[in-house]
């Protein structure tokens, strides 16, 4: 079983800054890729940026050059550093992980989110 534990979301003015974090935890896995995610109220859940193990970060357009992805294999943490935030930025934030055991490829873990308030 895995587990994705999500820290650092909060509430910022626009311009600030956060930074998320994702710990996994569990044995028996190896993870493929992770990536942060996020959704606002009645609407579905996007990609914000992605890592594959050996690949280079992925970013949605909405938040290129503004939020920057990094990962700790031998942690199995993550995290995303969120500068220049703006109110459309404002959702629960998911933490995701692809992983693979020795029954099962590429199976999909989700953290239980964390919120980001940006203020005008």
């Known amino acids: 079983q895995v587990q994705l534990v999500e820290s650092g979301g909060g509430l910022v003015q626009a311009g600030g800054s956060l930074r998320l974090s994702c710990v996994a935890s569990?044995?028996?896995?190896?993870?493929?890729?992770m990536g942060w995610y996020r959704q606002e109220p009645g609407k579905r859940r996007e990609m914000v940026a992605r890592v594959t193990s050996g690949g280079s970060p992925m970013y949605a357009d909405s938040v290129q050059g503004r939020f920057s992805i990094s990962r700790d294999s031998t942690k199995k943490a993550l995290w995303l550093e969120m500068n220049s935030l703006k109110p459309e930025d404002t959702a629960v934030y998911y933490c995701n992980a692809v992983v693979t055991t020795k029954d099962v490829r590429f199976m999909n873990y989700w953290g239980n989110g964390t919120l980001v308030t940006v203020s005008t």
């Open positions: 569990g044995s028996g896995f190896s993870i493929d890729a």
